[in-house]
């Protein structure tokens, strides 16, 4: 898979007194006042973000208004990186490839929005309970634990503010318990105005920038031509979607297995000759991400995502073409 490709793949009200008091003992409800959250409230803040002895800072601004809902985030350290969202678009801008990626947002969103709208069945794969409450970015927070149910997912720690449910704190651990990574909100102000200044893109593009439409064409899951032999427990193919991610822009088949919180992602390539040396096969991670590559019946397969090792190398084992 090209470096294109494992870029984008890394590049998507206040409740009432009476909500509130009814989401507190129960944790499924806070999940879903943590999803609603993070897309229907306005907020900036500034947020950390974790992985190993790696750190990244970015600033975030979040506004809902009649025209619907539009963000900005960029990254202040390291390279640049700037994301830009109009309700179902996403711009993500490296200035320093000068390049800018146009894609529709998918059902996992960035943080604070880690959650997705549909969250009823995360309860069969993962014990769902509540913790302490206690302090992040100066706020009442309440801990919500979602522990796997098997060894094909890692556990997950959120923090929610307690007055409207924002996501403050998310982490996710392995299954001693250590952190594999973590988002934290440093400062953060919820609710009100957000000027206008904090959601225009900083980067001014020029002639020489490269636009890179990775859209892709949707198409019924079953029709992707490409089946898991042995279905992964817990997980099952949300959308199938054809993008020109691959070498020379060809087209690369991208499909997405979730469970509802986790999710892989599956790219399958056409190759020129079956028989040529492609480095990189075999299992890597870079940071909190496990990738697995295979050829397969004159294919590359990539399946990346942020699940344990065994997952993604089962998922890739099992692709195949099914016999027509």
């Known amino acids: 898979m090209t470096r294109l490709a494992v870029v984008w793949a890394l590049c998507a009200s206040f409740f009432s007194p009476f909500a509130a008091a009814q989401a507190s003992s129960d944790p499924l409800s806070w999940l879903g006042r943590i999803a609603t959250a993070g897309q229907r409230l306005n907020y900036t803040g500034t947020f950390i973000y974790?992985?190993?002895?790696?750190?990244?800072?970015?600033?975030i601004a979040h506004m809902v208004d009649a025209s619907g809902e539009r963000e900005r985030l960029e990254v202040l350290d390291g390279s640049p990186r700037e994301v830009i969202r109009a309700n179902n678009?996403?711009?993500?801008?490296?200035?320093?490839?000068?390049?800018?990626?146009?894609?529709?947002?998918?059902?996992?969103?960035?943080?604070?929005?880690?959650?997705?709208?549909?969250?009823?069945g995360?309860?069969?794969?993962?014990?769902?309970?509540l913790g302490e409450v206690s302090r992040v970015a100066g706020l009442d927070s309440q801990l919500i634990v979602l522990a796997p149910r098997d060894d094909l997912r890692y556990g997950h720690q959120l923090w929610a503010d307690v007055a409207t449910g924002l996501l403050l704190k998310a982490r996710m651990v392995d299954e001693a318990g250590e952190i594999i990574e973590q988002f934290t909100f440093s400062n953060v102000t919820i609710g009100g105005e957000i000027d206008a200044e904090a959601l225009k893109p900083r980067y001014v593009k020029g002639d020489d920038w490269r636009i890179v439409n990775a859209h892709g064409n949707a198409m019924a899951v079953e029709d992707s031509g490409w089946a898991l032999t042995m279905p992964l427990p817990g997980?099952?193919?949300?959308?199938?979607?054809?993008?020109?991610?691959?070498?020379d822009q060809r087209d690369v088949l991208h499909l997405v297995y979730s469970d509802g919180l986790a999710a892989m992602s599956v790219f399958i390539e056409a190759v020129d000759d079956p028989q040529d040396d492609y480095s990189g096969l075999g299992a890597l991670a870079t940071g909190a991400i496990n990738i697995y590559k295979r050829t397969v019946d004159g294919h590359l397969i990539t399946v990346l995502g942020e699940v344990p090792m065994r997952a993604v190398q089962r998922v890739g084992d099992g692709m195949e073409r099914p016999a027509r």
């Open 89 to 120: 678009e996403v711009r993500c801008v490296l200035p320093d490839q000068k390049t800018v990626i146009i894609d529709r947002s998918g059902g996992r969103r960035a943080f604070p929005a880690r959650l997705p709208t549909s969250f009823a």
């Open 50 to 59: 974790q992985s190993g002895r790696n750190f990244e800072t970015s600033r």
């Open 122 to 129: 995360l309860a069969e794969n993962y014990r769902v309970s």
């Open 235 to 247: 997980y099952a193919l949300k959308s199938a979607v054809r993008r020109p991610l691959g070498r």
